[in-house]
């Protein structure tokens, strides 16, 4: 890839807007949640399986109920999307406001950090 494509490539990633919210690991069989603020809603979905899988996740008993009822246990969800205009600021207060609100729907449920 010569300089010019590479360069643009990563201008077009600097600019790009992705999802942000909060997600959601729903233990089907328990009926336990747990919930996650994220930044880039598809990528933290793949990190946090990634992590679930290899056994490596730092939330014990998401990982626990993970290794006992495998993926197909858990529902895998939006729970909240955010809303925002400038994809270059910061937006960790909004987002944890969010997921404020989402825990309130649901106050037993659990945090995922990533």
Known sequence: MD???????????????????????????????????????PADFNSI????????????????????YGENGFELTVASVLKYEDPKADHMKDLEALRDKCFEKNPEAGKIWL
């Open 3 to 41: 300089k010019k494509a590479r360069k643009e490539l990563l201008q077009q990633y600097a600019n790009r807007r992705p999802e942000m919210g909060v997600i959601s690991f729903y233990c089907k069989e328990t009926k336990e949640e747990f919930l996650a603020v994220s930044k880039d809603m």
């Open 49 to 68: 399986r990634f992590k679930l899988n290899t056994g490596t996740h730092p939330n014990k008993k998401l990982l626990a109920l993970w290794n006992q």
